[in-house]
């Protein structure tokens, strides 16, 4: 059986940092992102990596200050967030799939996280 389960998420100043953590237990693949919801929008893809080669893709609201990494002995996956604003504020949530190049799209992967709620605060 496979589940995520997201931690980390919080309340914090806009400019300050947090460090998401998805646990994926069940099996490895080969493809891992990040996503996030905010109020009343739909599901915008954050961050992606690939499992073998940990090549790395981020939208470019994020790039310069969102970091996606994976500990492959932890079966393990990370965003680190930097330089936090107010429109960062919403639902961040884990998904794995087996995709060889990951992309951005929700469709292409298979299962989710629950989410962590992200509150930047102005």
């Known amino acids: 059986q496979v589940q995520l389960v997201e931690s980390g998420g919080g309340l914090v100043q806009a400019g300050g940092s947090l460090r998401l953590s998805c646990a994926v237990s069940g099996r490895t693949f080969s493809t891992m992102g990040w996503f996030r919801q905010c109020p009343g929008k739909e599901r915008e893809f954050v961050a992606a990596i690939s499992w073998i080669g940990g090549n790395t893709y981020y939208a470019d609201s994020v790039k310069g200050r969102f970091t996606i990494s994976r500990d492959n002995a932890k079966n393990t996956l990370y965003l680190q967030m930097n330089s936090l604003k107010p429109e960062d504020t919403a639902v961040y949530c884990c998904?794995?799939?087996?995709?060889?190049?990951?992309?951005?799209?929700?469709?292409?992967?298979?299962?989710w996280g629950q989410g962590t709620q992200v509150t930047v605060s102005s």
């Open positions: 998904a794995v799939g087996y995709e060889r190049v990951p992309g951005a799209s929700p469709a292409e992967y298979r299962y």
